[in-house]
């Protein structure tokens, strides 16, 4: 049994192989070919925070390759709410299931989650701490959109304090030699535990404009609202950046956004046109990785 709490649990061999099975499971993603892989095997999604893509995508892959799910979108409608903690309901849940998808507003929660459960614990966002998944198919994205994942240099945008898809995807790029550009609002910088253990050049940045042009890859955060403690700090900030098509105009032609969405106000539709707009498929890749992965972890595979 592997938990994927954090993407340092995948060392790139892992990564490679849950990529080139994921490119082969799209026919079976699109609904294209059937399969029964994990016929028999229960997924229980437990999402203590909203979420469409992570949770729909998951029961996509899960129901695509046979299986089944169960689970909650809503705490509030679980013994949560009488005061049942997260552990013993973990300890529950696995009892009724042969992996665990987890959503929590708290950093750590994955972590103490896998040291209970008995069967295996995916990370599906921790506060502001990781989203390992989210991080893969990143991967796959830009591998299918670039044609490499070696060497990039890659721009990063928005709020890179709150924002956990950005942790993961940085410590991931990293391992592939990838050159950071950290672009936020001072407040909402890279955390130091982040850039403290990057092996390759990065740099911060206030504007895009200044760094537009050199990037391969420009990935595209929402300001994280929910999490400021105070909503004063969270007005200081919102609409710091947005993304427009004319601004566009200076990125190399065969730069591509992404953005794990949902998007607020940071990329104008006008972009959706564009050649440089990869976040729709990046949304669909989800389905795709999340096989590959659920496949490895289940330990069936056709
Ligand atoms: N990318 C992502 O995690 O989206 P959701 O919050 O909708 O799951």
């Given amino acids: 049994m592997k938990h994927v709490v954090s993407i340092e649990d995948l060392d790139n061999k892992r990564i490679m192989g849950i990529l ?3 490119k082969q499971l799209v ?15 229960i997924l229980a999604a437990c999402f203590f925070e909203p979420s469409t893509r992570t949770r729909l995508s998951f029961e996509s892959a899960m129901q695509r ?21 997260l552990l013993d309901a973990i300890r529950m849940v696995a009892g009724y299931s042969d992996v665990i998808v987890l959503r929590h507003p708290h950093e750590g929660s994955a972590k103490l989650a896998s040291e209970v459960s008995e069967v295996p614990v995916i990370n599906g966002g921790d506060g502001a701490g990781q989203h390992p998944t ?3 198919l990143d991967l796959f994205t830009i591998k299918e959109e670039i044609g490499k994942l070696e060497g990039l240099n890659v721009g990063m945008l928005g709020d890179l304090r709150y924002g956990r898809t950005v942790h993961s995807l940085s410590q991931a790029l990293d ?11 001072k407040s909402l910088r890279m955390p130091t535990h982040v850039t403290d253990e990057l092996q390759n050049d990065w740099s911060t940045h206030e504007t895009l404009d200044e760094v537009l042009g050199k990037l391969d890859v420009l990935y595209v955060t929402r300001i994280q609202k929910e999490r400021f403690p105070d909503i004063e700090d969270y007005k200081k900030v919102a609409g710091a950046y947005r993304i427009n098509a004319e601004i566009l105009q200076k990125a190399k032609s065969k730069m591509r956004i992404l953005h794990p969405l949902p998007r607020v106000d940071e990329i104008s539709t006008d972009v959706d046109e564009t050649k440089h707009a990869a976040y729709f498929r990046q949304a669909f890749n989800g389905v795709p990785v999340r096989m590959a992965l659920l496949e490895q972890l289940m330990g069936k595979k056709k």
């Fill in 27 to 41: 026919p079976v993603a699109e609904g294209k070919k059937k399969s029964k892989a994990l016929d028999g095997k």
């Fill in 134 to 136: 989210q991080t893969l």
């Fill in 20 to 22: 080139k099975r994921a």
């Fill in 65 to 85: 390759l046979g299986g089944t799910c169960i689970g909650f979108a809503d705490p509030s409608a679980t013994s949560h709410l009488k005061g049942e903690t």
């Fill in 175 to 185: 391992r592939f030699k990838a050159k950071f550009y950290f672009i936020s609002p």
